[in-house]
């Protein structure tokens, strides 16, 4: 079935510094994928998707590249802020009519001034 | 995006009670669904709230512990039965649009602890 590994955390950084958070991914055909992110005490936010291979997702300075060669799907922001605390979590979603949304088990990001 | 909104934000109830959850979303969602989030860990799908019909059930999840209604386009509600401590967790109101993509939009979260 289809499935999400992330990279565990918690990830603690200076401001500034660089962040990749590693997500891989378990499906049959074309996936849809996704990140979300939690702040403290708030619900899910949708960060940025991507729907076909090769395709780059952006939003507040985050990134993330759909790698079909390998199934993953890596975030990455080039200097992050204390703001930018918070868990994120990878998703997919499975192609071939209504699939569910699957979640990865979300990774701990700490920045620190 | 969409507007979804829940109630209560968080609650603490006694070991063998009930605890019914509100949803709210905009008239953009056509499909909603509930998430349980145990503490530290990921989301888990617990249902889909299908209109005027019973609510379709995840693998583990039941009826008669997890009842949903979604009475009309725009509410459903969530009760989770015969509390015990290990039903302490954060439960997520979600909604896809027209066309459903796989983007979902969440309520805040309604954080349970069990006593």
């Known amino acids: 079935g289809n499935s999400v590994t992330q990279m565990e955390g918690p990830v603690t950084l200076s401001e500034e510094a660089f962040l990749t958070i590693n997500c891989t991914y378990t499906a049959t055909g074309y996936p849809s994928l996704f990140w979300y992110v939690q702040y403290p005490g708030e619900g899910l936010q949708l960060l940025l998707k991507a729907t076909k291979a090769d395709d780059k997702g952006s939003n507040k300075g985050f990134e993330a590249t759909y790698r079909k060669e390998t199934t993953s799907f890596h975030l990455e922001k080039g200097s992050v802020q204390v703001s930018d605390s918070a868990v994120y979590f990878c998703?997919?979603?499975?192609?071939?009519?209504?699939?569910?949304?699957?979640f990865g088990a979300g990774t701990r990001l700490a920045v620190h001034p | 995006s969409a507007v979804i909104s829940q109630k209560p934000s968080r609650d603490i109830c006694q070991r063998g009670t009930s605890l019914t959850i509100q949803c709210q979303v905009d008239?953009?969602?056509?499909?909603m669904f509930w998430y349980r989030q145990q503490p530290g860990q990921s989301l888990t799908l617990i249902a889909t709230?299908?209109?005027?019909?019973?609510?379709?059930?995840e693998s583990g999840f039941v009826i008669d512990k997890f009842p949903i209604s979604r009475p009309n386009l725009t509410f459903s509600t969530l009760t989770v039965s015969n509390l015990s401590p290990e039903d302490s967790s954060i439960y997520l109101c979600?909604?896809?649009?027209?066309?459903?993509?796989?983007?979902?939009?969440f309520g805040e979260g309604s954080r349970l602890t069990v006593l």
């Open positions: 008239s953009q969602v056509t499909m």
């Open positions: 979600s909604g896809s649009l027209q066309g459903y993509t796989g983007e979902l939009f």
């Open positions: 709230a299908n209109q005027g019909s019973e609510a379709t059930y």
């Open positions: 998703a997919l979603r499975g192609s071939g009519g209504y699939n569910k949304l699957i």
